[in-house]
Nanobody
């Protein structure tokens, strides 16, 4: 029902910025929650940010508050993650995910139904 494709990852120096994109295909995005997760080698996949497609309510992990911004473009069916003031500890494979239950934003990756392939973000010192 839903296919997600991430892009925009790359190598950036500490303090720099990147914008990740998640192109979504499907017809019921208005009832979905869209999230970004990241996973570094040897670590658990962790929640980064999420947005309700309808209304645009957002939630952020404490580690990225004030630095990252999640948004969506209804016309392009795309979710973005603007990442500013990047730190080496932000280095990870970033995944876009979708939860069919649009009533709540969940932190757990277990609650998301669809996943993209991931895009690598590497922040150098």
């Amino acid at each position: 029902q839903v296919q997600l494709v991430e892009s925009g990852g790359g190598l950036v120096q500490a303090g720099g910025s990147l914008r990740l994109s998640c192109a979504a295909s499907g017809r019921t995005f208005s009832s979905y929650v869209m999230g970004w997760f990241r996973q570094a080698p040897g670590k658990e996949r962790e929640f980064v940010a999420a947005i309700k497609w309808s209304g645009g309510s957002t939630l952020y992990a404490d580690s990225v508050k004030g630095r990252f911004t999640i948004s969506r473009d209804n016309v392009k069916n795309t979710v973005y993650l603007q990442m500013n003031s990047l730190k080496p500890e932000d280095t990870a494979l970033y995944y876009c995910a979708a939860n069919r239950d649009g009533s709540l934003i969940y932190y757990s990756s277990r609650r998301y139904d669809y996943w993209g392939q991931g895009t690598q973000v590497t922040v150098s010192s």
